[in-house]
């Protein structure tokens, strides 16, 4: 498929299909229309984390910066050492990690050395104090207990040579990344600026917490959990509450988010038949394709543009909300952010523990619990109903069970795919 350029080219390309659209085809295309934040800041590394890094990182220094010790021992000339002998070295210093011995080692001699002590001149091998004797009279090595020149000796530049590139651009800074970056002396970096998302939700039923329920009502549950996952994500979140169900507050609610922010998420209100007036409205401001997605739960999603904006129209259904961000939004966010080191969720293939019941044609993303049983073998079960209006079900789980598009009914022992939840979003 070669990229359509506008969402109008997409939805008249001849295997377009709203109504039967599968997972990874919705996913390819909505990654057509991505393309990355530009603007960036400067931070300092401690507020780096989690931030994607903007332009390359070169070395400034080797790391380490001298050949060093990487045991407590002796530091010794290899060829001093008797192949079929003891040998008995004199001990001329001491060198400390940060405090160098001066000197420079001669035949028949050693320094005393510990763990990151820089190597004193003339001396090419460690050996561990565990397997020399210090007595009155020298230093004994057994035979055979060095079995070759260079043991125990850190190379300067071994982690990180001068000049070389450390990051690319497009870096997620994580803590081995910026425990990196301080070894090399560097405090602040630049990070692409952080996505800015707006959200809110539609529905009559829908209160926010602190207000008492009337028969029928419901508190905004999708607000929340939105929350969480473009927090975890670090989006710049934008809350704007229940937005009340008539044209006028909806259309003005699109306008206003598309205007702040990079990102506009709504929940509910783009199924078939219950709002056509949110649809007639998003086609008014922007292009929006509207899909019935081959996948359960899940199954009404839109994407589009809002002016600069991208849109996502997510289910309302509290289940079907989670699982359509972790399976759509959360790899357009990491492109729109800048991130070229994100990966796709990998899927294990663990065995089920108890049979499932499922009839071809859609995808389905079922909730599980991954445990492992006392000989530390892996297998999954389901969390029980999979209704996706059950939010309790996403608590419970640590793990989706993927039941590819041509799945039936899987046995007990059979192997099925699984993503982590953790790590995921
Ligand atoms: P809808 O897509 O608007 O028809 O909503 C589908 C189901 O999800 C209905 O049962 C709604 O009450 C429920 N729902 C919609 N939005 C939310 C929300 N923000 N929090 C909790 N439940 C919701
Ligand atoms: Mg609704």
């Not at 659209?21 to 990355?36: D, G, H, N, Q, Y």
């Not at 931030?51 to 060829?79: T, W």
């Not at 959200?199 to 829908?206: A, K, P, Q, V, Y």
Request: hydrophobic share 40%.
């Amino acid at each position: 498929m070669t990229a359509p350029r506008t969402l109008r080219e997409a939805s008249c390309a001849d295997d377009y299909d709203p109504n039967a659209m599968p997972v990874a085809k919705a996913r390819e295309l909505i990654r057509t229309f991505l393309s990355p934040l530009t603007a960036v800041e400067r931070l300092h590394i401690r507020q780096s984390l989690g931030r994607v890094l903007a332009g390359d990182v070169v070395s400034p220094i080797a790391v380490p910066g001298h050949d060093n010790s990487a045991m407590d021992g002796y530091a010794l000339r290899f060829a001093d050492l008797a192949a079929d002998s003891e040998t008995v070295l004199t001990r001329v210093g001491e060198s400390f990690a940060g405090k160098p011995w001066g000197g420079v080692l001669g035949a028949g001699e050693c320094v005393r050395i510990f763990t990151g002590g820089v190597m004193p001149r003339g001396a090419d091998t460690v050996v561990m104090q565990e397997r020399a004797s210090e007595s009155a009279s020298g230093v004994r090595v057994a035979a055979g207990v060095v079995s070759k020149a260079g043991q125990n000796r850190r190379f300067a530049g071994e982690d990180l040579k001068a000049g070389q590139t450390v990051f690319r651009d497009g870096q997620r800074m994580r803590p081995a990344e910026i425990g990196m970056l301080a070894s090399l002396g560097i405090g602040e970096i630049s990070v692409y600026r952080k996505l800015r998302v707006a959200f809110f939700s539609t529905g009559d039923e829908l209160k926010s917490i602190g207000t008492t329920l009337a028969p029928g009502e419901i508190y905004d549950s999708n607000r929340y959990t939105l929350y969480g996952m473009l927090t975890r994500l670090h989006c710049e979140v934008i809350d704007m509450g229940v937005i009340e169900d008539t044209p006028a507050a909806v259309e003005r609610a699109l306008t206003n988010a598309a205007e702040a922010a990079d990102v506009v998420i709504t929940s509910g209100g783009v199924s078939v038949g219950e709002a056509d007036y949110i649809k007639a409205i998003l086609d008014k401001l922007g292009e929006v394709l509207f899909w019935k997605i081959a996948m359960k739960p899940g199954r009404p999603l839109a994407y589009g543009r809002i002016g600069n904006a991208h849109f996502f129209g997510l289910p309302g259904n509290p289940v079907a909300v989670m699982v359509t961000f972790y399976q759509f939004v959360r790899d357009a966010l990491f492109v729109l952010q800048g991130d070229r080191s994100a990966q796709a969720q990998p899927t294990f293939k663990v065995a089920l523990s108890a049979p499932i019941k499922k009839v071809p044609g859609r995808t389905e993303f079922q909730r599980g619990i991954l445990t492992s049983d006392s000989n530390g073998a892996w297998s999954v079960r389901t969390t029980g109903d999979q209704g996706s209006g059950i939010l309790s079900s996403m608590s419970q789980a640590n793990c989706f069970i993927v039941l590819g598009t041509d799945t039936g009914n899987v046995a007990a022992g059979e192997l099925v795919e699984i993503q982590l939840l953790e790590g995921f979003v």
